[in-house]
């Protein structure tokens, strides 16, 4: 058995960020830019309106006073994305809509609720502040500035940014694709009519899905019987994937025949039983250049295995450099005690945050086949290898699954 540290940096030392690809920009959410994104041009573009309103010349209007409203004539109607055809002289306005280009001349915005509109003139009713309501060119940001930099991440708040800056298309760190396979003679599909003595394939939903929370792409293999020559084809067909994880079959059974698979086909197992619960069996290989995670099949240890492993090697292939879960201390709220067996826990819990400090308890039902507590769970509690008893009010380790 080695430590969950140790396979994690086995595993992130044979592995490297994936090549960069030119992509259109709705495409690139999540991922890592590999280029710095430089404006195109100004942000605004040009001096235009943030209001529904009036543009003028201040230096008409600066000695109005409330009882003497003053009128200005109105030379031209400026629509947003329209071009002003007429500079302001003095003694005019144009009337103009929010995000329209203000005019040669005018200086200053009033708006519409403080005017008053008489047949080709317009009343100024209230005074004004020089400038107001007018969006300068480039305040925002100029022809030139780097908005964004190599390594960043795209997100949704600063993809609206990349488009103003005038992207189409982006250079970013391309997402692996992750081939998921489901072992088990037992196994048939959601849509199946399941024998009680069948078990429905759970794993190839949780793991895709834990795929796509990562970023990645999943490309599903479906179900294969405990038959080696089965899964070797399988994994044959997961040639253009980038990763390899298969679930079932990899603990000392008589039809697991996982790791004697890989090996036909000529890889070496790096590793196989890691001193964790749940999750031991784990295998890993390289296959042709690929990693290979062989998971347990229940569907507990699927998920946490594929936590600690798998998402980590997905983030770091994709180009991210901050790629573990986040863990925090929290107080525990009830005592723990664990076999003194050197492997480190992982415990679905509830992890809550009331008053300014976090505490955490760990659910019932914690066989790594039960599904409701994992169905509850918002933290992994963490035992170390070296412990034997967490006592109630201690602080403790815990990874954070959801915000
Ligand atoms: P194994 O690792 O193949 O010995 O499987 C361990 C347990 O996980 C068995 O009870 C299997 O029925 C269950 N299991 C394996 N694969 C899946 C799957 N794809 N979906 C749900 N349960 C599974
Ligand atoms: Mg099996």
Redesign the pocket.
Known sequence: MILVKEAQNIILEKLQPLEPENIPLLNTLGAVLQEDICAQRDNPPADNSAMDGYALRFNDISSLDQNNPLSLKVVEDIPAGQKPTKSINPGEASRIMTGAVVPGGADTVVMVEETEKKNGSVSILKPQKKGSHVRKQGEDFKKGDILLSKGDLVTSSNIAIIATAGYAKLSVNRKPVVAIL???D??VDVDAKAEDHQ??????Y?LASQVLESGAKPMLLG?VR?RKDDIKEKLKSANKADIIVT?????V?D??FVKDAIQDLGSEIVFWKIAMKPGK?LTFSMLSKRPLFGL????V??FVSFEQFVRPAILKMSGHTDIFRKTIRATLTEGIKKKDDGRRHFLRSTLTYINGSYSVSALSGQGS?MLASLASANSLLIIPESETELKSGQQVEVQVLRN
Do not use: M
């Open positions: 489901s072992t088990g037992e196994l078990i429905i394939n759970s794993n190839t949780l179900i405990d679930s079932g079959g990899v603990s059974g039809y697991d069996p347990p099949g229940n569907p240890s699927s086949n």
